[in-house]
């Protein structure tokens, strides 16, 4: 992660819905800790997807890079992680990780979020005060 930028950090707990037949979390639920993550920070500096959606604006996920380094276990107590990797007209990546209370990284990804109009499915510029907050605000 780059240390320049703000990094949002949100705590998770793996539940025993979370986990697969080996007792570890599933792969999928990885994806889901990661859009928590990004929604909890949205919400934290004030933005309303319901308030963006209001006015044909939502954000996608157009493209997502995952490694899977170590498995999580159930009650493990883990910290998702967010910071802004890059800020384009219509798309922000984030890079995110997934530590253990040791601070090993368990997951990593980069992951491609998109502005779209949710009336014509098509890209629109992403609101620059959304991208200010990301990359400039306190975490």
């Not at 499915?121 to 975490?139: H, V």
Request: one cysteine or more; hydrophobic letters at 40%.
């Amino acid at each position: 992660m780059d240390i320049n930028q703000p990094v949002f950090e949100l705590p998770v707990t793996v539940y025993y819905e979370d986990t697969d037949i080996g007792g570890l979390a599933y792969h999928a639920n990885y994806l889901k800790y990661f859009e928590r993550c990004r929604s909890e920070w949205l919400t934290h500096i004030g933005v309303s997807q319901t308030s963006l959606k209001e006015q044909n604006t939502i954000f996608v996920v157009r493209h997502v890079e995952i490694d899977f380094l170590q498995g999580a276990r159930l009650e493990d107590r883990l910290i998702v992680k967010a910071t802004v990797a890059k800020a384009q007209k219509a798309s922000v990546t984030f890079c995110q990780e997934i530590v253990n209370h040791d601070g090993d990284i368990l997951c990593k990804a980069m992951v491609k979020v998109a502005c779209i109009d949710s009336e014509k499915m098509k890209p629109i510029a992403f609101p620059q005060n959304i991208i200010m907050e990301l990359t400039q605000s306190d975490r």
